[in-house]
């Protein structure tokens, strides 16, 4: 069975340009959730998906957007880049209900703003 | 308030010995979950093992085991018979708002443990 997987592995971005990060859950989970884990801190909650609906959001600015696709797909986007942006985002998906509820996470994509 | 403490930044541990990595956490909810994560050099976060707040036994996984004190609010790490291949930060997770369906993850900072050959 596929698990999380995300895209792209790296993106190298210019301060002031828009990213787009791709997040797809294992087969039958409904729940995505965004994290971002920059250089030496710690996993920073971004965004919870559920059933295509935004159903919570971190202490995260605006410009930190995305979406749930009805196959449970979804993005994220940053808008306005800066340099602070550059680090890990990972995505982990979860079948909410599910004994246990774990979350699994995707590989992770780097990004760097320059 | 921090809602989970990992208090050990770093931690070193030889070879085929166990070690223990600390996790303390705060919540009022009666239903939650705590996890534990390692993530490698290469980023990805590998789930470990799970221990349900009203789980009776402290969960297993082969070489791991979560010492779960729901008393003391702790829910440590155990890494028997450490291998070079463990060298990873670990995070310590808590999943709160299960009563209420609003399933809330929370992390740690992590501890980055460095098997000694």
């Known amino acids: 069975e596929a698990g999380v997987t995300q895209s792209p592995t790296h993106l190298i971005k210019t301060r002031g340009q828009q990213a787009t990060l791709r997040c797809s859950p294992i087969?039958?989970?409904?729940?995505v959730y965004w994290y971002q884990q920059a250089l030496g801190l710690g996993l920073q909650f971004l965004l919870w998906?559920?059933?295509?609906?935004?159903?919570n959001r971190g202490n995260f600015p605006p410009r930190f957007s995305g979406r749930q696709f009805p196959n449970y797909s979804s993005e994220l986007n940053v808008n306005a880049l800066e340099l602070e942006d550059s680090a890990l985002y990972l995505c982990?998906?979860?079948?909410?209900?599910?004994?246990?509820?774990?979350?699994?996470f995707g590989e992770g994509s780097w990004l760097t703003v320059v | 308030a921090q809602k989970i403490t990992q208090t050990q930044p770093g931690m070193f541990v030889q070879e085929k010995e166990a070690v223990t990595l600390d996790c303390t956490y705060d919540?009022?909810?009666?239903?939650?979950?705590l996890f534990w994560y390692k993530q490698p050099s290469s980023g990805e976060m590998i789930f470990l093992i799970y221990?349900?707040?009203?789980?009776?036994q402290n969960a297993t996984e082969g070489r791991y085991s979560l010492n779960f004190q729901k008393a003391r609010k702790s829910a440590n790490l155990v890494i028997s018979a450490s291998q070079l291949g463990d060298s990873a930060m670990y995070f310590c997770?808590?999943?709160?708002?299960?009563?209420?369906?609003?399933?809330?993850?929370?992390f740690g900072t992590g501890t980055r443990l460095k098997v000694l050959a």
């Open positions: 087969s039958g989970h409904t729940s």
């Open positions: 919540t009022s909810d009666p239903s939650y979950g």
């Open positions: 221990q349900g707040s009203y789980d009776q």
């Open positions: 997770a808590m999943r709160e708002g299960e009563t209420s369906g609003t399933y809330k993850y929370i």
């Open positions: 998906y559920d059933e295509g609906e935004e159903r």
């Open positions: 982990a998906s979860s079948l909410v209900g599910d004994d246990g509820n774990t979350i699994y």
